[in-house]
């Protein structure tokens, strides 16, 4: 099935470390195909945070981290702050869709 | 400078048709296709399908198919998303994208066009 999952919502205290999977399969994630984070502000049009699975554009803080193995990846947030709370999406390709694949997304909540 | 800009809000009623807008600066237009994602109130993302500036090529997603039109005029740099009848259904938050290829990610992102179908 052509699904990307994430979990509905995470939180933690201001300068914690939080982690938000995405779990594909094997028309996805596990086809080699990369994962890209984006972070989505209310009120504001989704941001790029994480591409080609763990390369972060220009601007974005370090503490912003990916990962992916097998056909699971993940971001890392680090020294939480106020201003990170949004909603975050996955994002890979599918050979099954043949088309671009979000996850359902995450809302982070900085305590 | 790369941007994205959408037309604005639209309200319209059931049943009217809809066309919005998404225009290229700073980059070369017929270069990179241009990808158009949904969201719903209170919901997540969904892509709905790309079109090519280059060629006119289009490509939507099964769930969209059908239901929606996409196009772009090169000569002004502007691809399109269309609605010959809309539902209530369609109430939503559109963007347009830029997106080159499979492994690529949505790197630039317009800044959405708010769309209210209501009687």
């Known amino acids: 099935q052509s699904v990307l999952t994430q979990p509905p919502s995470v939180s933690g205290a201001p300068g914690q470390r939080v982690t938000i999977s995405c779990t594909g399969s094997?028309?996805?994630?596990?086809?080699?195909?990369?994962v890209h984070w984006y972070q989505h502000l209310p009120r504001t049009a989704p941001k790029l945070l994480i591409y080609g699975n763990s390369n972060r554009p220009s601007g974005v803080p370090d503490r912003f981290s990916g990962s992916k193995s097998g056909t699971s990846a993940s971001l890392a947030i680090t020294g939480l702050q106020a201003e990170d709370e949004a909603d975050y999406y996955c994002q890979s390709y599918d050979s099954s869709l043949s088309g671009v694949l979000f996850g359902g997304g995450t809302k982070l909540t900085v305590l | 400078e790369m941007q994205l800009v959408q037309s604005g809000a639209e309200v319209k009623k059931p049943g009217e048709s809809l066309k919005i807008s998404c225009k290229g600066f700073g980059y070369s237009f017929i270069s990179y296709w241009i990808g158009w994602v949904r969201q719903m109130p209170g919901k997540g993302l969904e892509w709905m399908g790309i079109t090519y500036p280059g060629d006119s090529d289009t490509r939507y997603s099964p769930s969209f198919q059908g239901q929606v039109t996409m196009s772009a005029d090169k000569s002004i740099s502007t691809a399109y998303l269309q609605w010959s009848s809309l539902k209530a259904s369609d109430t939503a938050m559109y963007y347009c994208?830029?997106?080159?290829?499979?492994?690529?990610?949505?790197?630039?992102w317009g800044q959405g066009t708010l769309v209210t179908v209501s009687s």
């Open positions: 094997s028309s996805n994630i596990g086809a080699g195909y990369d």
């Open positions: 994208v830029r997106w080159s290829a499979q492994n690529n990610p949505c790197d630039y």
